[in-house]
């Protein structure tokens, strides 16, 4: 089974910048797409941004301009740089792997970010 474990989250001013890691604990083979999902209190899961195994991304529209997403293959780890953090953007974050070549989705258990002043 893949394992998904999240780090970086925290309280930060808004405004301020941080930035989220996730690393499997094997090596992941396959065709896979990673990304990052949030949960802001009292609402559903959202996609924040993913990427590819070809290295193509996607963003919510709520965080476009603002957030990067990358991957290190060779570490199995997913990472997301959020600037210009609002309120709006406290949520609990999470890891996703989604394999391209057959279904399976797996998630890390997630961390919590949280911007306020």
């Given at each position: 089974q893949v394992q998904l474990v999240e780090s970086g989250g925290g309280l930060v001013q808004p405004g301020g910048s941080l930035r989220l890691s996730c690393a499997s604990s094997g090596k992941i083979f396959g065709f896979v797409t990673m990304g990052w999902y949030r949960q802001p209190p009292g609402k559903q899961r959202e996609l924040v941004a993913s990427i590819t195994s070809g290295g193509s991304t996607n963003y919510a529209d709520s965080v476009k301009g603002r957030c990067t997403i990358w991957r290190d293959n060779a570490k199995d780890s997913v990472y997301l740089q959020m600037n210009s953090l609002k309120a709006e953007d406290t949520a609990v974050y999470y890891c996703s792997l989604r394999r391209e070549y057959a279904y399976a989705e797996f998630?890390?258990?997630?961390?919590q970010v949280t911007?306020?002043?």
């Open positions: 998630w890390g258990q997630g961390t911007v306020s002043t």
